[in-house]
């Protein structure tokens, strides 16, 4: 766990045109005190959130899961530390840790070259990261110039990242990763390659996957634009203003990697292959759902809570709109459940989640979660734009609006807060992010619908289908 100021090591992390220090962006130090919860509960609940392997105590994440019970120990870590931030946090520290205890193990299909034997540098650096309990961050998905072409045939060399020059310490690395959500406040940065949109022969050099210190000279963390509202407080603005997972743009401008950082070079084939085949895609994806129902869980609460404060929800149609809302909740709890109960054992004696259960969930919760945004909208309606600033309760009009404002079920000021809560979910800029974050963070759902169907094991109904047709 750093502080703040910790952070502050050499770095370059650049906002709206300059170079800063992380400690100096208020909305950092906040998101780094609710992202650091996920070493709090390590202290405060240590029977959840940890465990003891040959003597030492680790973060639980880092577990190997050999039994069902691991998974589901797990799974409530995962969801107590994304109920510290309603879920809003999608790339707390349990993400690639959950991948770290898989990669370990997984590791040796990665082989090696003249200089180095990657399926041992990626098991090493997975043990060290956790003894040492790092934050990592990841950046995979290389950036949308133009779709059309493979990225060799992009002339600027910053459509990936890839390998400048080799030599017997290491590689030299240039180029650029399209999104690093939570750069600027991670320990350091796992760099690899999406298993959709596949590297081809041509783009051998980008087929590199490593780790590196975020404060790696020639590391440049661009951040995209803040969403929080100086000026105003947590009761006008209460996620906003209170945390930001900052998305940055991330550049490589001949950064040196040491060979034993190194985990695929040259290779754009074990490149495609790094994601999936290591497990980390899997166990990920675990702790990814977890997080994601969590948020559901919250937004669901949020739009029947409104519902509720503004006396709408003896209504026979919202009660139908609530009812889905609630009714998606239980389909994709018990669809992770499912996943967990499902898990088969790997050739390593892993026990991992159900893929297809997962990746069922990851097919829906995007437009379970954008469904609970519009019935939000929807209830909340014109009483969620018309909310005054809080300031106003303390000016001129300030005794006006405690009574204007008021209701048989909340006073002024609590039920203003809600609706500020309800327009910055489903509404700011910060809202709007948090719905484009559930669409696109864990891949095109468009292409995880396809591979569902390509999939999904559909020999019962195959075996009805047949006999009615062949009868
Ligand atoms: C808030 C947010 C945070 C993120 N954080 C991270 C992060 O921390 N690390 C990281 O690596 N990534 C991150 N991502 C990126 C995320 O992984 C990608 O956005 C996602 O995988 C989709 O890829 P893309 O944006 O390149 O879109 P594309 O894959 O380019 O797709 C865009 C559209 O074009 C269509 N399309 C593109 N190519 C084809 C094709 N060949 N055939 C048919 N249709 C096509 C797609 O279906 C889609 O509709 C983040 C994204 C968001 C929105």
Redesign the pocket.
Known sequence: MHTIEELDDGRAVYLNGHRIKVADIPIFRKTLALNNQYYTLQKSHPDIHTYVENGHRYDIAYKVPRTVDDLRQKHQAYQEIAQANNGML??TPDFLATGMAVLAERSAFLGHNQYTNFGENAKHYAEWVKANDIFI??????P?LD?SKPINAIPSGYAGVHTIERRPDGIVVSGA??????APIADDLLIFN?P??LLEKGDTSYGVAFATPLNTPGVKIICRKLLDHPGYTEDDYPLSNALDEI?AYIVFDHAFIPWNQVFVENDYEMSNRFFIETGIFGHTSHQDEVRGITKLEFATSLAIRVAHTLGLDHFLGVQEKLGRLTANLELIKGTITRSEDNGQLDEFGIYTPDLQALLAVRASLPGFFEEAMQVTQRLAAGSMVGVPGFGEFDGDNGSILEKALATSQADAKDRSKLLNLAFDLSSSGFGQ?QL??E??????P??IRSKHYLDEDLSAGNTMLDQLLNH
């Open positions: 999608g790339r961050s990841h950046a995979l998905q290389n949308q779709r990763k399209m999104v690093n959500t939570m999406p959709e949109l998305d992010r484009m974050y669409y696109y963070h864990g891949g095109d468009m292409r």
